[in-house]
C-alpha cells in the first residue's frame, strides 16, 4: 500500500517542469479568480444563512486539505516537512480562519484573519516561487496541492470581505495591528524553535530578506517590522478601497 500511494504521490520529474506564469499556472489564476467571482455572484442575494454555509464549507475544505497534507508527507516526501507546521501565514491563517468560525472569542477577528489570509495566498497563488525552484512535473501532486489549497483559501478570504466588511470600522482597525503583529511574533517563535545551523525556514520572512535586500546579519532585525509595516499598510489600503465601494453603492442606491 505504501508502495503505491508513494508512485501516486511523489513529485514527478522529467520532461515539462511547472513554471510560475507557464500555461499550467495561468489555467490554475484563472479557474480560482472564475470560482471567486462565481461565488460572490451567487452569494449576492442569498441570505445571511447561506453565505455562512459556503463560507464554513470553503475554510472547512481548506482545513481539510492542510491537515490531510500532514498525514499524506510520508507518502509524498517520504518524511514529515516541518516547513509545513503552521508557521507560515498561509496555513496559520487557514487554522486561526477556521478556528474563528467556531469560537466566540476568536470569532471577533474572524474579518481581521480573513483579510490577512486573503492578501497572503492571493500573493502564493499569484507567484508560487516555492514550487518553481522544485523543477518537478506541472501535475505533481505536491504542485495540485499547493496551488488548490492556497486558492481555496484566498476564496474564502474575499468572500468573507466582501460580505461581512460592513463589519468593518476604522475604530477597530487595532484589532489588525493585533492580528499582523501576532502573526509576526509567531513566525518569529517557529524561526527561533526550529532554525539551526544546517537549516532556515524563514517564515514569514521575520529573519531573512526574501529579495536579498539586506544583508543577512541585519535581516532579523529589520524584517519583522518591515513586514508587519507591508501587511497592515497593504490591509489599510483594500479597507479603503471596500469603504470606498460601499459608501459609492449606498449613494447609488
Given amino acids: 500500500m505504501y508502495e503505491i500511494l508513494h508512485n501516486l504521490l511523489k513529485d514527478k520529474t522529467g520532461g515539462v517542469v511547472f513554471k510560475c506564469f507557464d500555461i499550467t499556472h495561468f489555467c490554475f489564476i484563472i479557474f480560482f479568480v472564475a470560482t471567486a467571482v462565481l461565488i460572490c455572484l451567487y452569494l449576492k442575494n442569498k441570505s445571511a444563512k447561506v453565505r455562512k454555509r459556503v463560507t ?35 496555513t496559520t491563517m487557514c487554522v486561526m480562519c477556521f478556528c474563528s468560525r467556531y469560537s466566540t472569542f476568536l470569532g471577533k477577528f474572524r474579518l481581521q484573519f480573513a483579510m490577512l489570509g486573503f492578501l497572503s495566498n492571493l500573493t502564493y497563488l499569484i507567484y508560487p516561487a ?13 504542485v495540485v496541492q499547493t496551488l488548490i489549497f492556497h486558492g481555496v483559501m484566498m476564496n474564502y478570504g474575499l468572500t468573507v470581505l466582501v460580505y461581512e466588511s460592513q463589519k468593518f ?3 477597530k482597525i487595532y484589532k489588525d495591528v493585533g492580528v499582523v503583529a501576532a502573526m509576526t511574533a509567531w513566525a518569529w517563535l517557529g524561526n527561533t524553535l526550529y532554525n539551526h545551523s544546517d537549516t532556515m525556514y524563514n517564515w514569514f520572512f521575520v529573519v531573512e ?45
Fill in 56 to 90: 464554513n464549507t470553503l475554510i472547512g475544505f481548506a482545513f481539510g486539505l492542510y491537515v490531510a497534507e500532514l498525514f499524506l508527507m510520508p507518502f509524498a516526501y517520504e518524511q514529515i516537512n516541518i516547513d509545513k507546521l503552521p508557521f507560515h501565514v498561509c
Fill in 130 to 142: 516555492g514550487m518553481m525552484w522544485l523543477n518537478i512535473h506541472p501535475m505533481s501532486y505536491r
Fill in 169 to 171: 470600522s476604522w475604530n
Fill in 209 to 253: 530578506d526574501p529579495f536579498g535586500a539586506f544583508p543577512k546579519e541585519i535581516s532579523p532585525y529589520i524584517m519583522p517590522f518591515l513586514n508587519f509595516a507591508i501587511f497592515f499598510g497593504v490591509e489599510v489600503l483594500v479597507y479603503w478601497i471596500l469603504t470606498k465601494a460601499k459608501s459609492r453603492k449606498s449613494v447609488e442606491v
